[in-house]
């Protein structure tokens, strides 16, 4: 096999931690994944609509904690992104580069290390892989993407079959989680991976928040009406506009809408979801909506008005999401707390990639622009870190297995990634590294965003669209550049590729693209 783990338990390492090896307590460790969770949607982030919508649970983490400002996906998807944090492997290593089946199975993953090393380990929630989990001693997963209500889990009883159960998937995620902890062997440490669905599309929320925000106007990304005047053609041909991708129907929850140009398909799916509610589940939703849906179909709006009215209707929803995501971390807290564990347990929030919440007019993820790339990653862990502490070193989500793996006292070889464990101690060392690479392979897909890879520094971004065209962009083939400078264009909307000013960067970031795909071995 050509990826592989040294499983020794490794004194060195533990040495390394100026510990005394005899008494290094290995963590417990916790690892909380929301999938599509944007760091914009965090308050410990500082958003000016986080601010409107905060997450006093997740804040709690990062003041007691480090908050990481520079943290990034290799590709902004959740299937890859899973398989990677299990591996500690790039797509094309791990094989999935999509959402289509693509994992290889035979890989060996860190919550299996961990299990033969003697730690208790556990998954609820979103799974998202085609094959079985591996390394759990329990499990608890969602039926692909799952549902919000009522959502369907197979478990290690439910003898391969998805039961559906009664209640709300990010409160039941976070039940079986506190369920197992409680129930656990208090003599071995554990690793619980708690990947709530929320807040993924179509974005449900919880029937005591339907209400919540309806008074409150989120203020609008500077962004919102970027017409991608300087870029090449995949930002203007990609199919996550707010204004004509976003369905009224299963997206905005207007169903008297769903026949302005909805897809048919998207629309029988919502028909089916909210068949799964209960009665009183149901009646709460339909009050809810009654009257915000009458005044959206009674004004009639349009272009930028219309935008901007479907904007403020997603964000109330992702945003009630986002807050039944913060009461469960709360949750977990409280239990932690009550049972003495919050000194020895390392508790990770992340999310599987960013989102668009309305920048670059979008929904969704995909690019290698900063709000997709981009991910929220907040580290609590007393034992190694101090309060309120903020990084701003590039890491990635390759970086977990290895940190993982040296926090329970285990050796990696051949891993790709770095273990942020000197970062705790706000030590960066000086070999750090100094670039990202990612790529992405989805296409053709949903939303349409053409192939494409590219590096990152903190300065310079360099990315290469490429592939062939397919359905609506039949014969339009694309070999485009795009040059961003971080520094004095935040917002990526100068693409600078073919500004003569900046011709040496443009050729030193070739470079270091062309190093990397030669040390990453990449083939695509
Ligand atoms: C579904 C969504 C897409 C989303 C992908 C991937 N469509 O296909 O909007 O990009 O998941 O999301 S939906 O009609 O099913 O809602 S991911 O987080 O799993 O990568
Ligand atoms: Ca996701």
Known sequence: MKYS???????????????????????????????????????????????????PNI??????????????????????SRATLLTGLYSHQHGQKTLGKGFDERLPVFPEL?????????????????CEPKGFDDYKILFDQGDYYNPEFKSKDSDGKYVREEGYATTLITDYALNWLSNRDKKKPFCLMLHQKAPHRNWMPEEKYLNLFNDVEFPYPSTLYDNYATRSDAAKTQEMSILKDMTY?????????????????????????????NPAQENAWVEAYRKQNND?????????????????????????????VDDQVGRVLNYLEKEGLLNNTIIVYTSDQGFYLGEHSWFDKRFMYEESFRTPLIIRYPKMIKKGLVNTDLVQNIDFAPTYLELAGLKSTNLPGLSLVPLFKSKTPLSWRDELYYHYYDYPGAHSVRKHEGVSTKRYKLIHFYGEGYGKDKGKNIDAWELYDLVNDPNELNNIAENTSYQDELNNMKVRLSKKRTALNIKE
């Open 114 to 130: 961990l299990q033969k090393s003697g730690y208790q380990t556990a998954i609820f929630g979103k799974w998202h892989l085609a």
């Open 296 to 324: 959206f179909v009674t004004a009639k709006l349009k272009g930028e008005d219309l935008l901007k009215l479907k904007y403020q209707r997603y964000m109330r929803d992702y945003l009630r999401c986002v807050k039944s």
């Open 249 to 277: 129907a299963y997206d905005l929850k207007i169903d008297q809408l769903a026949d302005s140009g909805d897809s048919p398909a998207l629309v029988r799916y919502w028909e089916k979801i909210k068949k799964r509610m």
């Open 59 to 80: 804040d709690r983490l990062a003041n007691e904690g480090m908050i990481f400002q520079r943290a990034y996906v290799e590709n902004s998807l959740s299937a890859p």
């Open 5 to 55: 783990y040294n499983i020794a338990l490794c004194s060195g390492l533990v040495l390394a931690f100026n510990l005394n090896a005899k008494t290094y307590q290995r963590p417990n460790i916790i690892h909380i994944m929301c999938d599509d969770h944007a760091f914009q949607a965090i308050s410990a982030y500082g958003s000016a609509v986080s601010k409107l919508a905060p997450t």
